[in-house]
């Protein structure tokens, strides 16, 4: 399993690199110290998982993946910092990113790790914790400002409830194509990037 490490902090990453490789399935490709680094080393390395810092000078982490993502939208990034941020936390839900663990957690990073290169989404005991409450805090949203028709509006809340396109089909009586083409076409309104940051963004605006 190939991994790249962007960390602003030469100890850090040094230090992860180590806790990394003391698992014999994992190789460290690269190390990084800064956002744009992020992004050149990302398409040099091709890696399994970028595990990255957010707060970093010259281009942050959160940007850094944003910009990944637009290129690679299958990138699996987990973020890695200090920083118990409700800000940041939204941003990474709503970018896509594969975790979001304190660097305090070690213990955690190596499953965390092999967890997000199998296609899941981490995110630190502590972090999960917060969700709930970022989620219950939101205000309304005015989906009809963003030309929302009522049947996409009942296809996002089909989504949000965690039901598949062939289900949605069934219960709303369309085919599976229509329901794509609706889904494709919620995305580029709400500019967002695929159903798992739909459901994220509906609960976000209740």
């Known amino acids: 399993m190939n991994i790249l490490i962007v960390d602003d902090d030469i100890l850090v990453s040094t230090s992860l690199k180590t806790i990394l490789e003391s698992d014999s399935s994992i190789k460290v490709v690269g190390i990084g110290s800064n956002g744009i680094q992020a992004v050149t080393l990302y398409?040099?390395?091709?890696?399994?998982?970028?595990?990255?810092?957010i707060r970093m000078k010259e281009m942050n982490g959160l940007d850094a993946a944003s910009?990944?993502?637009?290129?690679?939208?299958?990138?699996?990034?987990?973020?890695?910092?200090?920083?118990?941020?409700?800000?940041?936390?939204?941003?990474?839900?709503?970018?896509?990113?594969?975790?979001?663990?304190?660097?305090?957690?070690?213990?955690?990073?190596?499953?965390?790790i092999k967890a997000v290169a199998s296609g899941q989404t981490v995110?630190?005991?502590?972090?999960?914790?917060?969700?709930p409450d970022l989620l219950q805090s939101s205000t309304s949203f005015n989906y009809e400002s963003y030309h929302i028709s009522q049947r996409e509006f009942n296809i996002i809340e089909l989504i949000a409830d965690g039901k598949s396109n062939k289900e949605i089909a069934n219960q709303l009586f369309l085919s599976e194509g229509t329901v794509r083409n609706y889904l494709s076409n919620i995305l580029d309104k709400l500019n967002l990037r695929d159903r798992t940051q739909l459901a994220v963004f509906y609960y976000q605006h209740l």
Do not use: C, N, W
């Open 43 to 53: 398409e040099e390395t091709k890696p399994d998982v970028l595990l990255m810092d």
């Open 67 to 112: 910009q990944i993502l637009k290129t690679s939208p299958d990138a699996r990034i987990l973020l890695l910092t200090t920083f118990l941020d409700d800000e940041y936390i939204i941003k990474a839900l709503r970018l896509g990113a594969k975790g979001y663990l304190l660097k305090q957690d070690y213990e955690s990073l190596i499953p965390a």
């Open 123 to 131: 995110f630190g005991h502590e972090i999960v914790a917060k969700i």
